[in-house]
């Protein structure tokens, strides 16, 4: 039972560096979501995406870019990593909005250093 | 916009204590409300859940209720073990049912001592 599976767990990067994190979930969840979680703020969102094909911009998305391919893949692109995008990222996938009570599920994070 | 507040932490009580989580947000009507566990070096699970007006949700000893006439949530557990330790999290949906879904409070890093 793997639910949302994010990898990797940790990474340090030096400036201007690019990657990809990757997230990945067996619950045949159509809306999934990417959050970064700094110290004291919460989680804020950065993209999310209703199904295959369908991405749009979440609080925070200057910096990242996504794509999702299949309903189970929701990768997360940095391009030119800057200091600023320090931090701890989670991916999270749900079979609705939230407005019924539909809870999401979230992946164990990646922690980012950006140096 | 929709919004949460919860008290700022860290809290610490000690072990069987009674705890009181504050909650309140800000929605112009009648949001799904949830409660969000962080335990160390995981991400978010699921406490518990309200729908509605009135609701109680619960789960592993904690209650929260759904009030409307003071737009809290409040999360309550009658005794506190030292594995309760933990950041909890308050959350609202999306009254227009939009994707971006949850609207989440900053965390209350809770502390139990033995």
């Known amino acids: 039972n793997a639910g949302v599976t994010q990898t990797p767990k940790f990474r340090i990067l030096k400036i201007g560096q690019s990657m990809t994190l990757q997230c990945a979930q067996d619950m045949n969840h159509n809306y999934m979501y990417w959050y970064r979680q700094d110290p004291g703020m919460g989680l804020k969102l950065i993209y999310y995406s209703v199904g295959a094909g369908i991405t749009d911009k979440g609080e925070v998305p200057n910096g990242y870019n996504v794509s999702r391919s299949t309903t189970e893949d929701f990768p997360l692109r940095l391009e030119l990593a800057a200091p600023s995008q320090t931090s701890v990222y989670f991916c999270?996938?749900?079979?609705?909005?939230?407005?019924?009570?539909?809870?999401?599920?979230f992946g164990d994070g990646t922690r980012l250093s950006i140096l | 916009g929709d919004s949460v507040t919860q008290m700022e932490g860290p809290v610490t009580l000690s072990e069987e204590a009674f705890l009181t989580i504050n909650c309140t947000y800000t929605a112009t009507g009648y949001p799904s409300l949830f409660w969000y566990v962080q335990y160390p070096g995981e991400g978010l699970q699921l406490l518990l859940k309200a729908t509605k007006a009135d609701d109680k949700g619960s789960n592993k000893g904690f209650e929260a209720t759904y009030r409307k006439e003071t737009t809290s949530f409040h999360l309550e557990k009658g005794s506190v073990q030292v594995s309760d330790s933990a950041v909890y999290f308050c959350a609202l949906s999306d009254l227009g049912g939009g994707a971006d879904g949850l609207t989440f409070g900053k965390g209350t890093h809770l502390i139990i001592q033995p």
């Open positions: 999270a996938s749900s079979d609705g909005t939230g407005k019924f009570g539909q809870p999401q599920h």
